[in-house]
């Protein structure tokens, strides 16, 4: 709820002139919550700007800096995903001290500074992905231990269903399932690239539906495909485990396809999702959006006399 309404407030300051620009993580609150309770120390991330409620659960981002972010405010101190110098949204940890020399990286949950080309965070998750294998495998990398344990870190990865028809998302995708490696792909599907749906732009407007070929048997190697809704949170913190052991233990990649998500505000404050969605989608936004899910569950679970 926190970051809900950081996000409310965000375009407001943008709308009335206090920040320029702002593109926020409403609608996939839900299923960060769950992430963040597989991800563990030493872990790293490489995503985009949509993840600030995984930060926020992580302990990695406050609401002061949420706002500093938004507001480009150039002290380090104020805004340490950047100093002001990338858009709100654009998440990142420090892995040196100030004296330039390496924090034990294994003792703290990391994140890999965001891009804005959409797909650029494939290849660098793949890579650190790939560095746990090495690092569990390679002889003489012993002495690594403020990087690794045995190289039991998961790269955990976060892209837009509209982002998976970039080149990068299936370059990437496929050189994880070749060297088999820790890799954990979140795909936050809202149905929606901006204004454009997927069925415009994803075949069968379905991206695990069209991965299925990478799916692993008892006979090849592959991936482990998962597919969870948005607003599920019992089912989401089952398949985050699920996720997280199979690629901690394994080293097999994993794809978690989180569908019916919502944007509540839109794409960003640049556009208004109004003009572009039907009564009906708008209604159903309404109903399913994770957040409200989530009470009822609660309520549900834990009723209130």
């Not at 593109?23 to 996939?28: E, H, L, T, V």
């Not at 660098?124 to 990398?141: E, F, H, P, W």
């Amino acid at each position: 709820m926190t970051s809900r309404e950081c996000s409310y407030l965000g375009r407001r300051e943008v709308l009335t002139g206090k920040a320029k620009f702002g593109i926020f993580g409403d609608g996939k609150e839900v299923p960060q919550l769950a992430w963040a309770k597989a991800f563990k120390n030493g872990d790293w991330r490489s995503g985009y700007y949509r993840d600030q409620t995984f930060m926020m659960a992580i302990g990695k981002l406050t609401i002061q800096q949420f706002f500093a972010g938004l507001y480009a405010h150039t002290d380090l101190k104020a805004d340490p995903m950047s100093a002001g110098r990338q858009m709100g949204g654009h998440f990142s940890t420090h892995s040196l001290n100030e004296d330039n020399s390496w924090k034990n990286l294994v003792k703290q949950k990391n994140s890999s500074p965001d891009i804005s080309p959409t797909a650029g965070q494939m290849p660098r998750l793949v890579g650190l992905a790939q560095a746990s294998k090495i690092y569990r495998n390679q002889t003489g990398l012993e002495n690594f231990t403020s990087f690794t344990n045995n190289g039991n870190e998961v790269a955990w990865g976060t892209i837009g269903n509209a982002s998976t028809s970039e080149g990068l998302f299936w370059e990437s995708i496929n050189a994880a399932g070749v060297l088999q490696i820790p890799m954990v792909v979140n795909v936050w599907d809202d149905d929606y690239g901006i204004s454009v749906h997927a069925k415009y732009q994803t075949t069968k407007e379905n991206i695990s539906e069209i991965l299925k070929g990478f799916q692993r048997s008892e006979d090849s190697n592959g991936y482990e495909i998962i597919k969870v809704r948005g607003w599920d949170y019992p089912n989401l913190v089952e398949a985050y485990q699920k996720a997280s052991k199979i690629a901690r233990e394994e080293h097999v990649p994993v794809l978690i396809h989180v569908n019916e998500l919502t944007q509540p505000q839109g794409h960003s404050t640049s556009g208004s999702h109004e003009r572009y969605k039907d009564k009906d989608r708008l209604n159903w936004e309404k109903e399913y959006d994770c957040n409200v899910k989530m009470r009822e569950w609660i309520v549900e679970k834990q009723p209130c006399y």
